[in-house]
């Protein structure tokens, strides 16, 4: 079956713009996270979603961060006011649920590679 | 959370054995073991997780110690495929919190 997709795959902005990086779950999993990942380091953790509402928007680094997933499906990660710092590549991945944290594998898409100019 | 360490890199000749090791010796007693890898230009795929017993799957083998403040992947046959970054992750079994903490990794390079 189809695995997470994100789209675009990359993406160059210039700074100080807004831009929407879309992520596609795998079909009838109920949790979705976003990360990002800077070069030479391992994904860190921005949001969780448990169907539409966000569980967990601790890792979001400031208020220019905003992420929705309004119908419980495929997510939107928002950036405002766009700054060289935030080019990095923003991973999403899905589980089929929260089972409790020990083995609700989470599935990675490719990734959207973001590039403030 | 609890951290893990692992080496920075290992090198392994192809068809070998390869064993990655990971220290966490402040693993508390509801956290999983997770293993997660990353090949280059790819998002992070799922490995094997264990809690006390030591796990198979077709992918790899985890050998857990016996005080739980170290574990090692073991790959039986290294392929070119294999070479990734190798993410060793503690999840809380209690679900209390469900996101995944990478560190830094161990990057695997096979030679041919």
């Known amino acids: 079956g189809a695995g997470v997709s994100q789209t675009p795959s990359n993406k160059v902005t210039e700074k100080g713009k807004y831009v929407e990086l879309r992520c596609d779950p795998i079909s009838g999993h109920t949790a979705l996270y976003w990360y990002r990942q800077s070069l030479g380091q391992g994904p860190e953790f921005l949001i969780y979603f448990q169907g539409t509402g966000a569980a967990d928007d601790s890792g979001l680094p400031n208020d220019r961060f905003f992420a929705v997933r309004p119908e419980g499906s495929v997510s939107t990660l928002k950036i405002q006011r766009t700054e060289r710092g935030d080019s990095a590549v923003y991973l999403c991945?899905?589980?089929?649920?929260?089972?409790?944290?020990?083995?609700?594998?989470?599935?990675f898409g490719p990734g959207t590679r973001l590039t403030v100019l | 959370d609890a951290k893990t360490t692992q080496p920075n890199s290992m090198e392994s000749n192809e068809e070998e054995p390869v064993h990655l090791p990971c220290n966490h010796s402040?693993?508390?007693?509801?956290?999983?073991i997770h293993w997660y890898r990353q090949l280059p230009s790819q998002g992070p795929e799922y490995v094997i997780h264990g809690l006390t017993s030591n796990v198979n799957n077709r992918m790899a083998s985890l050998a857990i110690a016996e005080d739980r403040k170290s574990s090692t992947l073991i790959l039986h046959r290294a392929t070119l495929r294999d070479a990734a970054v190798y993410y060793c992750i503690l999840r809380d079994a209690t679900g209390a919190n469900s996101k995944l903490t990478f560190g830094k990794g161990i990057t695997l390079s096979v030679r041919p």
């Open positions: 991945a899905s589980s089929l649920t929260f089972s409790g944290g020990s083995t609700d594998t989470q599935y």
């Open positions: 402040t693993i508390s007693g509801t956290d999983y």
